[in-house]
């Protein structure tokens, strides 16, 4: 409480002298049929930001290149409020937790499409697309259940990838090509191309990369005594991506047609697990499948139809004693919706229907279906005050019929938004918190479904010469929250749901975005303060993720363009709730790029030097999976 009591003065401070990036849209999907700061993700239909009542974070395609990122996950850990736990670095594996959810709570979509998967939460970021086909990532802050389905319980990401922007945004017609590569220590190597061919109706794009290192050889945790078990592990991986995307303009629709895939090998030594015959590699590949046809131009009436797969194949070797188990996890999904508006009243409506299972050696074959629809209304009550109320009921044979609504309220004062809201959530147990059958984690078939009511406040101002300032005030009561309990006799963790877990929060983003002279500056920082308690059997450190987030959480970016020279720094600052076993309870880290940008040949052409944390800080953020020291990359790209 000491340091919450120190905090607060300076954070109020904070708040008063420095600016955030709000709604930073100018590169926006949609740009030129909507004016800036529009969001899709607040209502699932493009929107002003200023009238949805929700707090959306958006990072465009000039913001995702001036940073030191090789990965998205690496690109989400500078999105505000964002708590990454990355297992091995460079996007080898990471979970997504925001608001004090557990990494099973975050919906992720890739352009409009759930991509989460339905055996773990572990997979969510086994993405089948290159960073380098991201243009733009929107980060909705919050509770979404009404609008997107179970999951969405602290927020929302949605990726959006360059061919699944309208027509109009495509700068230049003909052909492109890129290619770029980066090397550095342990053999670290990342290698990427794009292609991209833009005609009349049709765009036509293709992009592919891949990524390995040898990493490093680090001590394990002691073997039982008399086992064959290596005392050291390897910390190398494989990562290999590939993507193809065809937009065609049809007669007052568009088709949007995407194909991906990625494959992935790794030393994934106390990833799930701290026990110390641990000594696991795994190989994960993924499929995916995504086909779209909506409405184009302008219309009173949008609609949108999409049809969506993917296919998970898992296969993890706890230790070379132990045989290989294989998982394959299956999800099929169509969902449509339409919209239409009548003077100030607005109205959205829309269903959903999917099949997802599971095939494994270990857990078994199992199998569910899900429905769902939902009904949106944005209300313009007067020129200042704008209503959003939505309310979605789904159907899941794990937790029956269960009604979802949600109402946030927008009030415009110029220069500010003032917004409130809040909405009930659920998020049903996955195939591997009912089946898990391992020697260090045991499933529960009897889950039942969390459920909470989840409420908020905020602000957004913007001030004069580009200065901007978010915060916003949550709170979250959840029931039958699931987690896994520790049996010290059987050495092994029991998936359990807890009595009740309460979450209390602040969000803070502050921004600088505008040229200087003839340097263009811009500056970010955000801090997220988090309180939580968990009602269980047990006390908080018997359980296995319970209150692992973060309770002050930094997070920084600069980046300064001075002619062909660009200068991107970014940090990360954490200190968790509790003391979690084995893992690095406070920490920081801090990363670099230099890039220089001229012509070879009559090619774009970019070089750049990336420092990877800086000052060699040796953390773990899940258990003691050890992450990345100080890594210097080199590297170049060439743009046709």
Known sequence: ??????????????????????????????????????????????????????????????????????????????????????????????????????????????????????????????????????????????????????????GVVHLITKTALRREDVREDGPAARVDSRYGKNNFYDMGAAARTAGDRTTVSAAASVQGSDGRRVSAAPPPEGSNLSSTVQTDFERRTATAAVSRDLEGATLYTRAGVDDREFGAYHFYSDFGTDRAREATSTFWLQSRLSSSGATNTPWQVQLFGKQHRDRYTYNPDVGANT???????????????????????????????????????????????????????????????????????????????????AYNLGPATLRAGGGRVVRAPNFLERFIDSPSNQGNADLTAETAWSGEVGVDVRLPANLSLSATGFHRTTDNAIDY??????????????????????????????????????????????????????????????LDAARHQLQGSASVR???????LQGLWKDRLRDAPLATDRYGVVHGRLAYNTRLSGARTTLSVELRNAFDRQYSEIFDAPMPGRTLLVGAEVAL
């Not at 505008?514 to 908080?540: F, H, I, K, M, N």
Request: charged fraction near 20%; hydrophobic fraction near 40%; include cysteine.
């Open 485 to 546: 309990l520790r049996n010290e006799a059987e050495s092994v963790f029991e998936a359990q749901n807890l009595d009740r877990t309460t979450t209390t929060g602040l969000e803070t983003e502050l921004s600088f975005d505008r040229p200087l002279g003839a340097v263009g500056v811009s500056l970010d920082a955000a801090y997220t303060l988090l309180d939580a308690s968990l009602d269980g059997q047990e006390p908080p450190s018997a359980y296995k993720y319970g």
């Open 1 to 154: 409480m000491r340091s919450v009591r120190l905090l607060l003065p300076c954070l109020l401070a904070l708040l008063i002298v420095a600016p955030v990036r709000a709604q930073d849209t100018s590169d926006v999907a949609f740009r030129v049929q909507m004016a800036d700061s529009v969001v899709v993700t607040a209502s699932r239909v493009a929107s002003a930001a200023q009238e949805t009542g929700r707090r959306v974070s958006v990072y465009t395609q000039r913001d995702i290149q001036s940073l030191s990122v090789n990965s998205v996950d690496q690109l989400l850990n500078v999105a505000a409020g964002l708590d990454v736990k990355s297992r091995g670095g460079f996007g080898v594996q990471s979970d997504l937790t925001m608001r004090g959810s557990t990494f099973n709570g975050v919906l992720l979509l890739l352009d409009g499409a759930r991509i989460n998967d339905p055996y773990t939460g572990h997979f969510l970021m086994d993405l089948p697309v290159p960073l380098s086909e991201i243009a733009r990532v929107e980060v909705l802050h919050g509770p979404a259940t009404a609008l997107y389905g179970p999951d969405a319980l602290g």
């Open 562 to 568: 001075a002619g062909a020279v660009t200068l991107g």
């Open 327 to 409: 998982h394959i996890s299956r999800r099929l999904r169509v969902q449509g919706q339409g919209s239409r508006t009548w003077n100030s009243v607005r109205v959205t409506g829309g269903a959903s229907a999917g099949l997802r299972g599971v095939d494994s050696n270990r857990d078994g074959v199992h199998g569910d279906q899900s429905v769902g629809a939902f009904v949106s209304l944005r209300w313009r009550a007067t020129p200042r005050l704008t209503v959003n109320q939505s309310t979605r009921v789904d159907y899941d044979p794990t937790y029956g019929a269960e009604p979802t609504p949600q109402l946030y309220v």
